[in-house]
């Protein structure tokens, strides 16, 4: 008993401070979204389906190799809530995601699309996620995010934030990509 007790209040800061993560597996696309909580930042990840973002993109008139290029990616609706009564901030720059193969690679950030596509006169900016942001307590945003991976891909995803002067990391294990329909 005495056991238990030390290991408790020695676990106790990272337990915390760890998310609840909550998985929602729709049945008819086999699409997991995620949801996580932690004491003032919620996290959630939409997976999208290839088809889905190469229609949005279609849509608002990109051309087709852009189009093209987005179905080789991964992407999620991503959205980021202040639900503390601190300023948030986070910075994808430094999240990170590790393969099954155990190689840690980075998420594709909004700057690095908008690189690829500035001598193009491409205007369309609005839906991917800002790659840092900080949030006062009540905002939040939204956006896509791209991890270059294919569809039907797993990896686990670690994502770090800081709320007040505190930084915090997690890790969500086992995130997985929208199947190709």
Known sequence: ???????????????????????EIDPDTGIQR???E???????LLPLTPDY???VFAARGLPEDIVAA?????????IIRNT???????????????????????????????????????????ILLHEEQTYQPGDWGQGFTTVPLPAGSRFD???????G??????TIEDVRCAPDA
């Not at 008993?1 to 760890?18: D, E, G, K, Q, V």
Request: aromatic share 12%.
């Open 157 to 163: 995803l670690h994502y770090s934030w800081t709320q």
């Open 38 to 44: 932690h004491p003032g930042f919620s996290l959630r």
């Open 70 to 78: 987005t179905r080789r990616y991964c992407t999620f609706g991503t």
């Open 34 to 36: 995620i949801q996580v």
């Open 84 to 126: 503390g009564d601190q300023s948030l901030h986070y910075d994808l720059r430094t999240w990170r995601y590790v393969t099954p193969d155990g190689r840690t690679h980075r998420v594709k950030t909004k700057s690095e699309w908008l690189e690829e596509w500035k001598n193009r006169s491409l205007a369309f900016r609005w």
């Open 165 to 170: 002067d505190e930084t915090h990391e997690d």
């Open 53 to 55: 973002v190469a229609a």
């Open 1 to 23: 008993m005495r056991h238990r007790l030390i290991t408790t209040c020695l676990l106790w800061p990272l337990l915390a401070h760890a998310g609840e993560v909550q998985r």
